[in-house]
């Protein structure tokens, strides 16, 4: 294929430096390891393992990811929707290669992603696409009425056989949900249950992790 028809990444995003990407890979393994022993997560155990009474070990259900990063836009080499205006946008050229700070500001959980929930500054904001939200009305309902950034994230790991992509999607539903009750306060903050298996902890303080904004090829 000719040269220009390849000159644009995967995706675009924030890429966690690597002494902090080790601190959130153990604070995501403690929650987890924590999660499960939990009355109230055994209470729902079947949405995990389809059936009552069975165990289940979180640390093992999820394959950890290595190379932790946020998403801006994923543009899959030029195929996707936008991707060539947003390498043009001027914002993006000028902030590539800039390091800031991401706010972690929330971990959760469902039977088929793990990742961590990432709260944009204003600068941040203005290399997020304007469309990141707005999934189709089937694929999670209400999804387009979020406030920009809700998909923010940092996706920490996916059960057997779940494509990363899954991780934006249940933040959003989880987002679009009543927020539920707060079933556990817990060392590292409160964690509500939204039901289907679906858990979110706010982290009583913030996750700060330096990243750096740029591309990733494959
Ligand atoms: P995420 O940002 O939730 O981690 P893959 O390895 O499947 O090609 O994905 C590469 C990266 O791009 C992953 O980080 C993934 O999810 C993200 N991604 C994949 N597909 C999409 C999509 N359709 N929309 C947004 N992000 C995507």
Known sequence: APLEETSLPLYFGWFLLSPVQVKIGCTA????????????????????????????DLEQYFQAKRSLHCTTKF???????????????????????????????ALFVTPRTVGARVSLSEQQLQLWPADAEKEPEAAVPGSAALPAGSRAHVT???AEGVQPVQTGLDLLQI?????????EEMELGSLRYYGEGRWMLSLREPICAAACFSSFYG
């Open 29 to 56: 393994m403690d929650f987890l390891k924590t999660l499960d022993t939990l009355e109230a997560f055994k209470k729902h155990i079947a949405d995990f393992t389809g059936e009552a009474e069975k165990e289940v």
């Open 75 to 105: 543009c899959n080499y030029g195929k996707a929707d936008g991707a060539a205006e947003y390498a043009k946008n001027p914002v993006v050229i000028k902030s590539y290669g800039s390091v800031s700070e991401l706010s972690l500001t």
């Open 156 to 158: 920490l790991g996916c």
């Open 175 to 183: 987002l679009t949900l009543p927020q539920g009750e707060v079933v």
